[in-house]
């Protein structure tokens, strides 16, 4: 067999991890290299990936052991090695290791020093104040602080951990990624649950922005080798999943387009020096009319494939800038295609926005629908009957947690 030009190994199983294997096999016809600690239903039975199982994948030193374990063997299949995370650890984990393994792997992340600088929200929202970027009225929390401190705005409030990567690995009862608290007292038990836990960083308190699911936004770009951007796509969220340990993570996004949007964000990521995918978390403020950034995750998000559904292949990108080093224009998404993690008939029952739900039937009607995991070249009888298992559970999920705003 001839040698390949470049094989992709991405790091992690879940959704984000097939979304992406499934971009290389769309665009190359290739299986994807699958590095992680255990088996996730996303990449389970599936012909387009190898799965390469490690233990204590998730802790430094057995990930760049792991990772120089099979360097050998996958640079006798292809001349280059493009590392892709999956979730916040492993972009953490691929950076710190960075000295070691990029003789080996390309890594297409930022430096260390801006991935700190971007994943504590402190440091980030400082960011956001020098560029010009709204974000909502916050508040920098510090374990050993008192709860019962005075806001400079009212309730709701919104809770959440500076440090994501940190909390990711802090495991307890009740476990949010995001709190959303309406009084004094809500406030106090959230903040007293996250510092019971391990997780002792520190705590960002923000003003709730109105709106239900419909003013949420995601801003999807790739950033090439010289920190240009090539590939920018707006995403209108539809629904969130209302399931408390996955609340924020997105299930139904329609793709969208605004160039105002576009240029801010361009400057902005260029004027940092960023450097591959970028994935922005965004609300629209109905008070003032602006867009306002809750983070930036330095990595695809969960439901990125939303971008390669509207016919902006995210393998593409990062193949053409990194492997053949070509300089393309900035493409802009404009396309309208609905991207769904749930089934789409939930997607309709539970789209309060009259607006956003015409337009979602209207793309069901149409045939412009996409789902991560459902792939028609990757559809044995076992996958087939455990992704319907899996979903069917979100019938009872929206029954049990959706609460529409008021």
Same mark, same amino acid.
């Not at 802790?59 to 792991?66: G, L």
């Not at 923000?206 to 922005?209: G, L």
């Given at each position: 067999m001839p040698k390949m030009d470049f094989l992709p190994v991405i790091l992690g199983s879940d959704?984000?991890?097939?979304g992406m294997a499934r971009a290389f096999h769309e665009e190359y016809g290739i299986r994807s290299i699958v590095a992680t600690k255990g088996h996730l239903l996303s990449t389970m039975h599936s012909k387009i990936v190898e799965k390469r199982i490690f233990e204590r994948f998730d %802790?430094?030193?057995?990930?760049? %052991?792991?990772l120089l374990s099979?360097?050998?063997e996958l640079l006798g299949r292809a001349d280059k090695l493009l590392l892709i995370a999956s979730n916040e650890n492993y972009v953490e984990l691929a950076v710190r290791a960075r000295p070691v393994l990029e003789p080996h792997y390309i890594l297409p992340f930022v430096s260390e020093q801006m991935m700190d600088d971007i994943i504590f929200k402190e440091k980030f929202y400082s960011m956001c104040e020098e560029y010009g970027l709204d974000y909502p009225g916050t508040v920098i929390f510090k374990k050993g602080m008192d709860p019962h401190m005075e806001l400079p705005f009212g309730f709701p409030a919104v809770v959440k951990p500076s440090d994501s990567m940190r909390y990711f690995n802090a495991q307890f009862e009740g476990k949010k990624k995001a709190y959303i608290v309406d009084s004094r007292e809500e406030l106090v038990?959230?903040?007293?649950?996250i510092y019971g836990s391990e997780y002792d960083g520190t705590l960002i308190i923000?003003?709730?922005?109105p709106g239900g699911d419909e003013t949420m936004y995601v801003l999807n770009a790739y950033c090439d080798r010289n920190g240009k951007v090539r590939m920018m796509c707006l995403g209108h969220v539809v629904l969130e999943d209302p399931t408390p340990i996955l609340i924020g993570n997105y299930v139904g996004i329609i793709g969208d387009s605004d160039r105002k949007l576009y240029d801010q964000y361009k400057r902005f990521l260029e004027a940092i020096g960023f450097t591959g995918f970028a994935n922005i978390d965004l609300k629209y403020d109905?008070?003032?009319g602006k867009f306002k950034i809750f983070e930036l995750n330095i990595r695809q998000g969960r439901s990125s494939f939303f971008v390669t559904a509207n016919g902006y292949n995210m393998a593409k990108y990062l193949v053409e800038d990194r492997v053949y080093h070509r300089d393309n224009p900035v493409v802009y998404g404009d396309? %309208?295609?609905l991207w769904h993690g749930i089934p789409l008939k939930i997607l309709v029952q539970y789209t309060t926005d009259p607006k956003l739900k015409a337009q979602v039937r209207r793309l069901i009607k149409e045939g412009k629908t996409a789902s991560t995991l459902y792939y028609d070249k990757?559809?044995?009888l076992i996958r087939r009957f455990k992704l319907y298992s899996y979903y069917k559970t979100y019938h009872q999920r929206f029954a049990q947690y959706f609460k529409p705003e008021a």
């Open positions: 959704d984000n991890a097939y %802790e430094p030193d057995a990930f760049a %052991e792991s099979l360097k050998d038990d959230a903040v007293t649950k923000q003003d709730y922005i109905r008070r003032d396309n %309208e295609v990757d559809m044995s």
